[in-house]
């Protein structure tokens, strides 16, 4: 039972670093790391969804490492990592309150506050929270997207899914 | 019912974000001042409104090298050896609602409006 979790683990892992390379080939809005569609965010929501809190903090951690391997940037790791914890936080915080889509929106939003926080501090410029009111906008669009899709995909093959993942 | 809250909530944040997107652009001024940091130090200051022609500026520090291009009505980051490049590929800000960041080199350029005088310069 032990390795049937393990490769669940690995196997969504991989679909995320999949979906995050992909993903930073895309041309950038604003020269600041965090606008991005935050696809990969879709799996963490999944992981989120089917198994513990703890397999997902593991799987985002993996993401968030290897990703920032393979797109060759370390020093954008640290607003990743914070970025990604701080809002895999407060989704395990309302996950039990807020339906699917709403849980991303707000997921992408404190995702992109907290690294434009982690900038301003870095820069000790907070001349960059002009970017806050386009960075919320484009948090509820792209959460939105990816929340809907994970509702989509959970109402209509939940049953299936449970029985992989389990 | 708890579903509404969700969309109020959300929309409401929406709606205020464009809000402040529009104030931010109908209060920016006509800018004319850069300034350029690093690490959050100010370290030059050069007036836009005074060029005759466009100039640029070198920001070598620790092997991390930033150039900047200054003309009569914008700047922009015309090559830097930061990884991701971001900045170069934001282009030419022309007004202060938008600072032109450097994020790996700590380097951030952000234009001041000098068209409107400032307050102490009002009391005197
Ligand atoms: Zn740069």
Redesign the pocket.
């Known amino acids: 039972m032990r390795y049937r979790r393990l490769t669940s683990c690995a196997l969504l892992t991989a679909v995320a670093l999949s979906i995050f390379v992909i993903e930073a080939q895309f041309p950038v809005l604003i020269p600041i790391p965090g606008i991005k569609p935050g696809l990969s965010n879709i799996i963490t929501l999944f992981a989120l969804l089917y198994l513990t809190p703890g397999e997902t903090a593991l799987i985002l951690l993996s993401r968030i490492l290897l990703g920032s391997l393979f797109v060759g940037n370390p020093v954008i790791l640290l607003y990743s990592l914070t970025g990604g914890l701080c809002c895999l936080f407060v989704e395990l915080c309302i996950c039990k309150i807020a339906p699917i889509p709403a849980l991303s929106a707000v997921g992408a939003m404190v995702h992109n506050t907290v690294q434009l926080l982690v900038a301003a501090l870095v820069t000790g410029t907070f001349a960059v929270f002009c970017y806050l009111p386009i960075l919320l906008i484009a948090g509820i669009i792209t959460g939105l997207f990816t929340g809907f899709c994970l509702y989509f995909l959970n109402r209509s093959c939940e049953k299936t899914l449970k029985r992989i993942f389990s | 019912m708890k579903t509404r809250y969700w969309i109020l909530l959300l929309s409401g944040i929406f709606l205020l974000s464009c809000l402040c997107l529009y104030l931010f652009s109908s209060l920016a001024p006509n800018t004319l001042t850069a300034e350029i940091y690093r690490d959050g130090i100010l370290i030059e200051t050069v007036s836009l409104s005074t060029l005759t022609e466009p100039v640029t500026r070198e920001v070598l520090h620790q092997g991390m090298q930033?150039r900047i291009l200054l003309e009569q009505d914008g700047v922009s980051?015309i090559f830097?050896t930061?990884p991701?490049?971001?900045?170069?590929k934001q282009g030419k800000i022309k007004n202060s609602l938008f600072p032109i960041v450097?994020?790996?080199?700590g380097?951030v350029i952000r234009l001041r409006g000098d068209t409107s005088p400032k307050p102490d310069a009002i009391a005197r």
């Open positions: 930033n980051m830097a930061c991701d490049n971001l900045c170069v450097c994020l790996p080199h380097i």
